[in-house]
């Protein structure tokens, strides 16, 4: 069972501080790794991807991800109230025949305290 | 990013009554389409897999008479919800994966259909 485990929260920071989630998998050979925002109600959004060990910077979002220890993990600078969402962690396993499917966690609830 | 349509947004039906909601990929070619389905506070549950022009691939437990997925094109998959019961209300998203710029792996989602049968 390929699984992706992540704390369910939830998760307050003030606002304007580091917002850090954390995320592991457990199939070794993933080499696809996803954020999404979901906010209640709505569908998910992506917002980083990432491939490589190390990190990704986007604005004020920053992906990290190590292949060895099997963690995946997303920073959020200057958090904002409007970040307060629901966060995904998406790994893309392979599931047969030549095709492949994200596993999601479970999800992070953060809340962004003015 | 790349741009996945739902319609309808929300539709209210009578038991018993069939269901269509449509997915389309508006600015890519989506080789695949997935069927989710979200129930309030839970997680997102895979329903099935279609790539087009071949039978969509079920996940256990899903009923594929009863949920029936065609994915016609590369820009058009639809969900068919047969004879629904109030048990089939749910938040139904689907998410589309192609070649979009230099991400293939990515997967975006609609904006999800609300369907509640009374």
């Known amino acids: 069972q390929k699984e992706v485990e992540q704390n369910s929260g939830p998760l307050s920071v003030p606002e304007g501080a580091i917002a850090s989630l954390n995320c592991t998998y457990s199939?070794?050979?993933?080499?696809?790794f996803f954020w999404y925002r979901q906010y209640s109600g709505k569908s998910p959004e992506l917002i980083m991807s990432?491939?490589?060990?190390g990190d990704k910077e986007d604005g004020r979002f920053t992906a990290q991800l190590n292949k060895a220890s099997q963690y995946v993990s997303l920073l959020i600078r200057d958090s904002q109230p409007s970040d307060s969402a629901t966060y995904l962690c998406?790994?893309?396993?392979?599931?047969?025949?030549?095709?492949?499917?994200?596993?999601f966690g479970k999800g992070t609830k953060l809340s962004v305290i003015p | 990013g790349a741009v996945v349509s739902q319609h309808p947004s929300r539709v209210i039906c009578k038991s018993g009554t069939s269901v269509k909601i449509e997915c389309r990929s508006l600015?890519?070619?989506?080789?695949?389409m997935f069927w989710y389905r979200q129930f309030p506070k839970q997680s997102l549950m895979l329903m099935a897999t279609?790539?087009?022009?071949?039978?969509?691939?079920?996940e256990q437990g899903v009923e594929k008479d009863k949920f029936l997925i065609n994915h016609a094109s590369l820009t058009l998959s639809t969900l068919t919800v047969t004879s629904a019961h109030p048990e089939d209300s749910s938040f139904y998203i689907c998410?589309?994966?192609?070649?979009?710029?230099?991400?293939?792996?990515?997967?975006?989602f609609g904006p999800g259909t609300r369907l509640t049968v009374l």
């Open positions: 990432i491939y490589s060990n």
């Open positions: 998406a790994v893309n396993t392979y599931s047969g025949a030549g095709s492949y499917q994200l596993t």
């Open positions: 998410s589309a994966r192609g070649i979009s710029g230099n991400s293939y792996n990515e997967q975006f």
């Open positions: 199939d070794r050979g993933s080499q696809s």
């Open positions: 279609s790539n087009e022009g071949s039978k969509a691939t079920y």
């Open positions: 600015d890519f070619q989506a080789t695949t």
